[in-house]
């Protein structure tokens, strides 16, 4: 099953990250450049509109659809396992540690 499968065609997800869990390893920023960026604390922040870091405890931002399979590779690989992706209209995380 593909990853937009998973997802639901159409649907709107949203990333966030745990700051508190994330190990600074930086291979989100790495397979989703455009969505996260290690900042001068060496923790994971993702990115809203204009590149700007969100550092917000549990900012969140838009998954762009074309990078979607990048943003849960991402999630799939965090060795903190802190990236949680969700949708948008029920919050229900779909890819991450809390997925079911």
Known sequence: MSVQQEA????????????DLCTGDGIC????PEVFELDIDGLAYVKGSGDELLQAKGATTPVPLPLLTDVVDSA???PGECIHVRRVSDRVE???????
């Open 94 to 100: 779909v890819y991450g540690p809390d997925a079911e």
């Open 8 to 19: 639901g065609p159409g649907e709107t997800l949203e990333v966030w990250i745990d700051q």
């Open 76 to 78: 799939r690989e965090c």
């Open 29 to 32: 920023a790495q397979y989703a």
